[in-house]
């Protein structure tokens, strides 16, 4: 029975100490293991709870173990004491069961200590569950965090997705119109290169039209100007003769006196000037025959306009029109007078009126020309000269609408067979109106201007200036054979004869008083 008990006590003696040191062996790598394992929690998360899943597992083991220790502990307690009483006994019968005892003692005091180890591992182990318990709460209110933000994250993903599936599918009809316009922009280009060709070449041919246009152009408009400075001055003398044929022989009669003539002929001289300034047309049955066959206007009046305007006059230099040279009109302001007389000494030669009637003179043989026709010679005598300027400064001055202001001239023809200084004297001249006259005597300090008195002036004062292109004097100063009358005594209607180029203007009479000069 003490055999018994003592093999007993001896396998219940092994198992515990194989058991203590199993449990230690076992607990020392349970602890490596976590810890190996608490590293791992830290770094990956999925892992961590896999191994906390395992460590909560071996936990459980291991407290299961320690229970069953402790339950063998307690009945190792019993089998102690049990063994005890038997020692006891045993003792008493065998001396070297205390050999035994004493070394059993030793292997349990042995045992205490390594429970106590245990214990204290275990209690250590407790507080590292805990730890490691609170971390994984920690660690899980972060998963659940994490969690939530990836359920929104998600869902920004779903959302963006489907966005992107929309803006695929847009690029997808964006890529199919792309392929669609990049056939036709090649079905462009290669129209684009065939017009582009194409246009070249009418290129090409509109610049060879238009250098033919060109010189069809400058063609034309030399023939124009030819037309004009030609043809139209021709045209013109056909109507100024034609003029002379039929109403010379009215207005001059031949059955007059001399004064009578001559006054008839001064009036005819006005209505030239009328008629070429545009003022008034005394030529209606002429006019009205060549109406039809006008190149340009719609009457002679506009046929003397087209005509004078388009001649020029050669300066030196170049041959430039008349309103060129001048100007279309004049103000009292900047005068142009003097312009347009100048211009007409300057260019305009004497001419006898025998070198054109094959050497017939005579007062029934005068030829009196038209503006045209002497601007076009560029030759005249004195009626001539005078007619010409007198149309001039009416007609530039006629569209001058500064103050309503124009021009107003008069023709005046002397027939004195006993001039004081010259004897016989024949001779056409003009007079301007002058509206300024202190401004005229400020320009010119030596002029004169006279009154013309007769009852045909208009105007009160003296406001007349002559004007006499064929001797040479520029405007403002005072022809010698004026001087002369001066002299000896004035000069009278008895003399010469007045007709102011208005359309209702009137011609002095003989008797009716003397023309007047004043000299400030």
Not at 105 to 115: A, P
Not at 196 to 206: E, I, K, Q
Not at 320 to 334: C, V
Not at 455 to 467: A, E, K, V
């Amino acid at each position: 029975m003490e055999q018994k008990h003592l093999n007993i006590f001896l396998v219940v003696l092994l198992v515990g100490i194989i058991g203590v040191s199993s449990v230690a062996v076992v607990q020392q790598m349970s602890y490596q293991s976590l810890d190996s394992e608490y590293q791992d929690l830290l770094t990956d998360y999925e892992t961590l709870s896999s191994d906390w899943n395992q460590t909560s597992d071996d936990l459980n083991d291991l407290q299961s173990e320690f229970e069953t220790m402790q339950t063998s502990y307690l009945t190792l307690i019993d089998d102690y004491a049990s063994l005890s009483e038997i020692h006891l006994i045993v003792l008493s019968n065998n001396t070297n069961l205390q050999q035994s005892l004493d070394d059993l003692q030793v292997l349990y005091d042995q045992l205490l200590e390594d429970f106590a180890l245990l214990n204290a591992s275990f209690v250590e182990l407790e507080q590292n569950h805990a730890d490691l318990q609170a971390d994984y709460a920690q660690l899980q209110s972060d998963y659940d965090e994490l969690q939530v933000n990836y359920n929104q994250l998600l869902l920004d993903y779903n959302d963006l997705m489907a966005q992107y599936q929309v803006l695929q599918d847009s690029y997808n009809a964006l890529v199919l119109a792309y392929d669609t316009l990049e056939l036709q922009y090649d079905a462009l280009v290669l129209d684009y290169d065939a017009l582009l060709s194409d246009y070249n070449a009418l290129a090409n041919d509109f610049s060879a039209l238009q250098n033919d246009y060109d010189a069809l152009e400058l063609a034309y408009n030399t023939l124009s100007t030819w037309i004009r400075q030609q043809i139209l001055p021709v045209q013109h003398m056909v109507f100024a003769e034609a003029v002379r044929q039929y109403y010379l022989q009215d207005y001059l009669d031949q059955s007059s006196d001399t004064k009578g003539w001559y006054r008839q002929y001064t009036r005819f001289c006005r209505d030239l000037v009328l008629h070429a300034s545009g003022q008034w047309d005394p030529f209606q049955t002429v006019s009205e025959a060549f109406s039809d066959a006008l190149l340009y206007g719609s009457d002679t009046m506009s046929l003397t306009y087209w005509a004078m305007y388009s001649m020029a006059m050669y300066d030196g230099s170049s041959w430039q029109t008349f309103p060129y040279r001048w100007g279309w009109s004049f103000s009292p302001e900047n005068w142009g007078i003097d312009i347009v007389v100048q211009d007409c000494i300057d260019n305009i030669d004497y001419e006898y009126d025998t070198d054109i009637t094959y050497g017939q003179s005579g007062a029934t043989w005068d030829y009196p020309k038209h503006p045209v026709e002497t601007a076009f010679r560029t030759m005249g005598d004195c009626e001539d000269q005078a007619i010409l300027t007198a149309a001039y400064l009416e007609r530039t001055s006629f569209y001058n609408a500064t103050d309503n202001y124009r021009f107003e001239t008069a023709m005046a023809i002397f027939h004195d067979p006993a001039h004081p200084t010259l004897g016989s004297f024949y001779h056409a001249t003009l007079l301007v109106h002058i509206e300024d006259t202190a401004d005229f005597y400020s320009r010119y300090p030596l002029g004169v201007l006279w009154n013309l008195g007769g009852g045909i002036d208009p105007y009160s004062g003296f406001t007349w200036c002559w004007l006499d292109p064929t001797w040479n004097v520029p405007f403002g100063a005072v022809p010698s054979w004026l001087t002369a009358y001066r002299i000896h005594g004035g000069l009278g209607y008895d003399v010469m004869s007045i007709a102011i180029n208005d359309y209702n203007g009137g011609i002095a009479q003989t008797g009716n008083g003397p023309l007047g000069a004043y000299v400030p």
